[in-house]
């Protein structure tokens, strides 16, 4: 069973280009966040999705990104118009309602976007 | 909306000895989730604290979610250099939305 898979791991833009993120949740998994993770900074929530629903996107900007899940394929956060302030980790994580077990919200091992 | 408080921001301890994280709700947590990240890589799981008075243990390392239920500790016992890293408290809140700390900073000195 294959983990959360983030592509690319690595993405560089220069201002003004659209940056795509893709995030393959884990088999199963309906549930999918993202987060930014900016230099010796912790990781920001930026939105909560589940299957073709934004169920909270309190942490995204408001301009220039967006995310989607849909039914078939991985999550997608878009970056349009990327300024260097972009440049940071983003982190995707998925899980089912909460693993039984555990409840662990497993990680992918992050995309990081350097805007020149 | 709720904030997480990590402290200290950062550590430096020689190795062998122990130490303790600590993380601080502005709010009732839901569930608490502590995390480590070796630096420039992903988060890898340690454990998750659910019930008021809740400890658990994964090799030497024990966290604990108090009573009430807004604090955590994460101690490491004989700290080793492979315990270095950055270590991240995250909270789910009512909505199932989780935030985390800013992480603190762990360096081992051999």
């Known amino acids: 069973n294959a983990g959360v898979m983030q592509n690319p791991r690595h993405l560089v833009r220069r201002r003004g280009q659209e940056a795509r993120l893709r995030c393959s949740p884990m088999?199963?998994?309906?549930?999918v966040y993202w987060y930014r993770q900016l230099p010796e900074e912790g990781l920001k929530f930026m939105v909560y999705l589940q299957k073709e629903n934004i169920i909270d996107e309190s942490g995204m900007p408001k301009e220039r990104f967006s995310a989607e899940f849909p039914k078939e394929g991985p999550s997608i956060l878009r970056i349009q118009q990327v300024v260097r302030g972009d440049s940071a980790a983003y982190f995707c994580?998925?899980?089912?309602?909460?693993?039984?077990?555990?409840?662990?919200?497993?990680f992918g091992e992050g995309s990081r976007l350097t805007v020149l | 909306s709720q904030e997480l408080e990590q402290s200290p921001q950062s550590l430096i301890v020689q190795e062998g000895k122990n130490l303790t994280i600590n993380c601080t709700s502005s709010?009732?947590?839901?569930?608490l989730y502590w995390y480590k990240q070796k630096y420039g890589e992903g988060l890898i799981f340690l454990m998750m604290?659910?019930?008021?008075?809740e400890e658990k243990s994964h090799e030497k390392i024990t966290a604990k979610l108090d009573e009430k239920k807004q604090q955590s500790s994460l101690h490491i016992t004989a700290s080793q250099p492979s315990h270095a890293g950055i270590y991240l408290c995250?909270?789910?809140?009512?909505?199932?939305?989780?935030?985390f700390g800013k992480g603190t900073r762990l360096h081992i000195l051999p």
């Open positions: 088999k199963g998994h309906s549930h």
């Open positions: 994580a998925s899980s089912t309602y909460r693993d039984a077990d555990t409840g662990e919200l497993f």
């Open positions: 604290l659910q019930k008021g008075g």
């Open positions: 709010k009732t947590l839901y569930g």
């Open positions: 995250g909270a789910e809140n009512r909505d199932d939305k989780i935030i």
